[in-house]
């Protein structure tokens, strides 16, 4: 929990509509049924933000806000005024005395996270770091882009995915979306007219559904300026135009927080999988190898000892592959286990063509591959090596 | 007490009118329709018998008073099955919920909403120049509840109808000493 919220407030019921407006949200709620109770814990929890209501028995909450306000220790806590008692001097009156907001019931909830957003950096729960979705799952992305073949390149370049990709033509459009359904990742053009980008972005930004939401520029590659502009304003990523969507799947995977490892990895029956894509750009490289040890050590710890290395969609093989080939087997040998490799018949001859990798015995098929995993000379030589 | 002829029986209508609808819009979803108005000259109503048969039925009463340059009492009648079903949306409760739950859940949930009406309704007074600041709710359970108000008090009844019940409103209120 990062935050401490404190409502002190006679009524139970604001205090349940409190702790259930902020249930999504990465805080913890502390209750206090008047001002007497509200300083206690107050002093004990010293919470990030206190909601406090004006008429209570005991001690009501013009006395607990003057106390806490004359209290070194206590003074710097935010103070949101959440009450019925809304007249005008009235509010000018506790005002005077130091809070940070004033809500006025009835309140919608929204409001209520709105305000509160404004005083405390709050968190959606759905953005803490336990936040484990993958590539698998479905994710909603808006993208704001004025030209509708832009829009389609990107349906297009997507629908492999699980992801449902919304295309609107202006920021209105996308203000209205993002109301409705919040989404997983925002694309805006930068060639909206009149910077409704950048007006966009900040929107996007003050909203307290979307604070958190990844949103990438999308621009011509030859606009650096606007590129630089973007950069400073803090948005995601920078799409370049025009765009190569392997990189654009890649960097919406890592900014929505996705698990991609399953794209590699797999447990099919009692053989560990590591596969390799057609293409092994620099960042898939990274991406094995950033899971390799994790996902090894998952396969060894679920009682699992026999291994595929499956690199037969790989299309050309480069240093990079080896390199990653060997880290790959040589963990293995870290951990006992049995390998074998899987490869097409171009990947087996340029095997041949050079001296580290001449030595390396592959199977065509995952099947024959299992069959005979276990039983190889090559790989007990390799595993014993 | 010049303040007393300003407080007309349009302005008591207009602020509970508004209170009424920005609180069960805001906080119940609903949209509340007027249904009517009873003024009274003096003595005692039961002003829930205006709405017929529905006062025999088991009823929850909220009370909030408010005290200052204009002091009242204002009293909101909600039938038992409404004020279960607006404890369930305030709370995001369901019925099975609501069932295992103590009175008092619904006690409060009525307390809160009445808090909320009444203050909506004199923070009207406080910005036409009349301060007054609200008292702690208090509640009552029964049927065909009846009050009396003192002879000096201005009063006004209002029904509303909201999801298919009865909310009956009563105002008791006097300017100045």
């Known amino acids: 929990m990062r935050y401490k919220l404190l409502t002190v407030d006679d009524s139970k019921t604001v205090r349940m509509i409190v702790r259930k407006a902020f249930k999504g949200y990465d805080c913890e709620i502390l209750e206090a049924g008047n001002g007497v109770e509200g300083l206690a814990v107050a002093s004990k929890e010293m919470p990030d933000l206190i909601l406090l209501d004006v008429t209570m028995p005991v001690m009501d909450g013009v006395e607990m806000l003057t106390k806490l306000k004359s209290d070194p220790a206590l003074k710097s806590i935010p103070v949101m005024m959440l009450t019925a008692e809304g007249g005008r001097d009235h509010v000018l009156k506790i005002a005077k005395i130091g809070v940070r907001d004033y809500l006025v019931k009835p309140f919608k909830e929204d409001v209520l996270i709105e305000k509160t957003g404004r005083i405390i950096d709050l968190k959606p729960l759905s953005d803490a770091p336990a936040k484990a979705k993958s590539i698998f799952d479905p994710a909603t992305i808006l993208v704001v882009e004025d030209k509708p073949a832009i829009i389609q390149q990107i349906q297009d370049g997507l629908k492999h995915t699980p992801w449902k990709v919304h295309g609107v033509a202006a920021q209105g459009e996308a203000i209205d979306f993002c109301t409705r359904t919040p989404p997983d990742l925002i694309v805006v053009s ?12 900040r929107l996007v930004r003050t909203n307290m559904k979307t604070k958190y939401t990844p949103v990438f520029a999308l621009v011509v590659k030859t606009e650096t300026a606007q590129q630089q502009q973007a950069q400073t304003v803090g948005f995601s990523a920078i799409i370049t135009k025009p765009i190569d969507l392997g990189d654009l799947e890649a960097k919406m995977a ?110 065509e098929s995952i099947e024959e591959a299992k069959a005979n995993l276990g039983k190889s000379p090559a790989a007990a030589q390799l595993a014993a090596t | ?47 829930a018998a205006a709405a017929g048969a529905e006062a025999n039925r088991p009823q929850i009463v909220g009370t909030v008073g408010f005290i200052g340059d204009v002091t009242g009492l ?37 307390g809160e909403l ?22 702690i709710p208090s509640i009552l ?3 065909n509840l009846r009050i009396e108000p003192i002879s000096s008090a201005i009063r006004d009844s209002f029904c509303f109808q909201c999801a298919g019940h009865r909310v009956v409103i009563d105002i008791l209120m006097k300017v100045g000493d």
Not at chain 2, 23 to 47: I, W, Y
Not at chain 2, 121 to 131: E, H, L, T, V, W
């Open chain 1, 190 to 201: 930068l060639s909206l007219p009149e910077e409704s980008a950048f007006a966009l972005f």
């Open chain 2, 114 to 135: 009445t808090n909320m009406t009444v203050g909506s309704f004199k923070n009207g007074f406080c910005d036409a120049g009349y301060p007054c600041k609200l008292t």
């Open chain 2, 141 to 143: 359970r029964g049927n």
């Open chain 2, 74 to 110: 204002i009293y909101l009648y909600f039938d038992l099955g409404f004020a279960r079903l607006a404890t369930g949306h305030l709370l995001g409760m369901t019925e099975a919920e609501l069932e295992a739950a103590d009175d008092e859940v619904v006690n409060d949930a009525i």
């Open chain 1, 254 to 363: 890592k900014a929505m927080n996705l698990d991609t490892s399953q794209r590699y990895y797999a447990l099919e029956g009692d053989t560990f999988i590591m596969r390799l894509p057609e293409n092994c750009a620099p960042a898939v490289l990274a991406e094995v190898a950033d899971y390799m040890k994790g996902k090894f050590a998952q396969a060894v710890d679920a009682g699992q000892n026999k291994v595929v290395i499956d690199i037969h969609q790989l299309k050309a093989l480069h240093m990079g592959v080896i390199k990653l080939l060997f880290q790959a087997m040589q963990t293995c040998r870290d951990l006992a286990m049995h390998f074998v490799l899987v490869g097409n018949p171009q990947i087996i001859t340029e095997c041949k063509g050079f001296e580290d990798t001449r030595g390396w015995t592959f199977y």
């Open chain 2, 1 to 47: 007490m010049p303040v007393i002829q300003e407080i007309t029986k349009k302005l008591v209508s207009e602020n509970i009118h508004r209170a009424v609808n920005d609180v069960f819009r805001t906080m119940l979803a609903r949209q509340p329709e007027f249904v009517s108005e009873t003024l009274h000259d003096a003595g005692a109503h039961a002003p």
